[in-house]
């Protein structure tokens, strides 16, 4: 499958859209990130190294086939372009790839958190678990080789003391998972802020994943069974999602009443409480509110 020159200009004018996005977002600063889109099956639209993703034009993309050569375009592709390389040879379901710097999911980074545990129904259905690449130097070889661990497996990933990459069927699809990681990454911060973060319980997190096969979500892969890794050292094939057991309930109270946290319930912290999803989404969205502009 090729794609026509007509298409291409339109995919040209595309990343311009997501990269003045991201950048208008603070996903990116300077000339951090990069976006590429397949062309059929052995072409890569890329954004060129050194511009910045806020203020690109359709004429600066470059062209690449599958082992980064570069077929057209006046500027040399992203000094990432390894990283995409890898995505590409491992996910032929793949047709795009974003890299950004989003400032809170890049805190959990560099604090060596996953964002890993079950919060919230959108992210587990999208994406599931958020695992950390280990970190290599950026435009090495070495970074490839730490995506290869989650990339079958994972949609999005955080990259250690770096940023995040994501993928997806399509270009906005790569892009909205994006935004799906900063946001699940801001609303896991004030969370955690607040001193509780309720996870829903591993019978939920199983009906969710039932409801994936419901809306024809494919990827990524499904979560590990009883939430463990597999054992072996190679790529990932299953999802860690952290989930307690339910015992019949669907939202289960992580850590209740540790002391110096905020209790917010008015009780002793220690008994479970229980909202709605909506109660759930409007407390958050009201604490992010709080904390002023993102
Ligand atoms: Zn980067």
């Avoid at 607040?194 to 199983?206: F, K, M, P, Q, T």
């Avoid at 669907?250 to 850590?255: A, G, Q, S």
Wanted: net charge negative; proline share 6%.
């Amino acid at each position: 499958m090729t794609a026509d020159r007509a298409s291409i200009d339109q995919l040209r004018l595309d990343i311009c859209e997501v990269g003045r996005r991201m950048y208008a977002r603070g996903y990116t600063a300077s000339n951090d990130g990069n976006i590429s889109v397949r062309l059929g099956d052995d072409r890569l639209l890329m954004t060129p190294t050194a511009v910045c993703k806020g203020f690109m034009t359709p004429d600066m993309m470059c062209i690449t086939d599958l082992d980064g050569r570069k077929l057209e375009g006046e500027r040399n592709p992203s000094s990432e372009m390894k990283m995409h390389l890898e995505v590409y040879r491992h996910r032929p379901d793949a047709r795009a790839v974003c890299h950004a710097h989003p400032p809170t999911a890049t805190g959990f980074a560099v604090a060596g958190i996953p964002l890993d545990k079950a919060v919230l129904a959108e992210v587990l259905t999208t994406l599931g678990s958020i695992p950390i690449a280990e970190y290599a130097t950026p435009s090495t070889a070495e970074l490839p080789a730490a995506v290869r661990k989650f990339v079958k497996a994972h949609d999005g990933m955080l990259l250690a003391n770096h940023g995040a990459l994501t993928l997806g069927a399509d270009l906005f699809s790569a892009y909205y998972k994006m935004e799906t990681i900063e946001h699940f990454a801001k609303i896991s911060l004030v969370a955690r802020q607040l001193g509780r973060e309720n996870l829903l319980a591993r019978e939920e997190v199983e009906r969710l994943q039932q409801l994936r096969g419901t809306y024809g979500i494919k990827a990524p892969a499904p979560i590990c069974a009883d939430g463990a890794a597999d054992s072996s050292d190679g790529p990932a094939t299953c999802q860690v999602v952290q989930s307690p057991a339910g015992d019949g309930q669907r939202l289960v109270p992580e850590l209740a009443g540790l002391p110096g946290r905020l209790d917010l319930s008015g009780d002793r912290g220690d008994r479970e409480i229980r909202l709605t999803y909506r109660e759930l989404s409007a407390l958050i969205e009201d604490a992010i509110r709080a904390l002023g502009p993102s």
